[in-house]
């Protein structure tokens, strides 16, 4: 096949923001993926756009295998769905890979690419 170019797990992402660090969660609009290098600001490195990742969680959030869930920006962690989206968050960027208890604060997640939703302002 002539036209494939790779298997689309990573992508490169120039970070016009602050300082990123390897196994920061990265919001790239409609899709969520996991540094998998430090990238400074204005540089560019690759991050990880597929496949089950470990990531932070909001402490107090319980879920199941396969639940939507919502990437909350201000807390860096990820929340059930039962929780209210704020500006910034990003919901349907991943799915829960395993179930998440209260106390708990990681979570392991499938990444799913361009299907989230992005809160405005």
């Known amino acids: ?3 494939y170019v790779d ?7 120039t970070n016009s923001g602050s300082a990123i660090a ?5 919001v790239m609009s409609h ?3 996991v540094a998998l290098v430090d990238i400074a600001s204005g540089a560019t490195g690759a991050v990880q756009v597929k496949g089950k990742v470990r ?3 909001v402490s107090a959030a319980v879920f199941a295998v396969g639940e939507k869930l919502i990437y909350d920006a201000s807390a860096g962690a990820f929340d059930d769905s039962s ?3 704020a500006t910034g968050d990003v ?3 991943a799915v829960a890979a395993e179930a998440g208890a209260a106390t708990v604060t990681e979570c392991v997640v499938i990444l799913t ?3 989230a939703t992005l809160t405005a302002t």
């Open 113 to 115: 690419p361009g299907n």
């Open 31 to 33: 899709t969520l993926g």
């Open 22 to 26: 390897s196994g920061d969660v990265v």
């Open 83 to 85: 929780a209210t989206p």
């Open 91 to 93: 919901t349907g960027g």
């Open 55 to 57: 990531v932070p969680k």
């Open 1 to 3: 096949m002539d036209n």
């Open 7 to 13: 298997d689309g797990t990573t992508v490169n992402y």
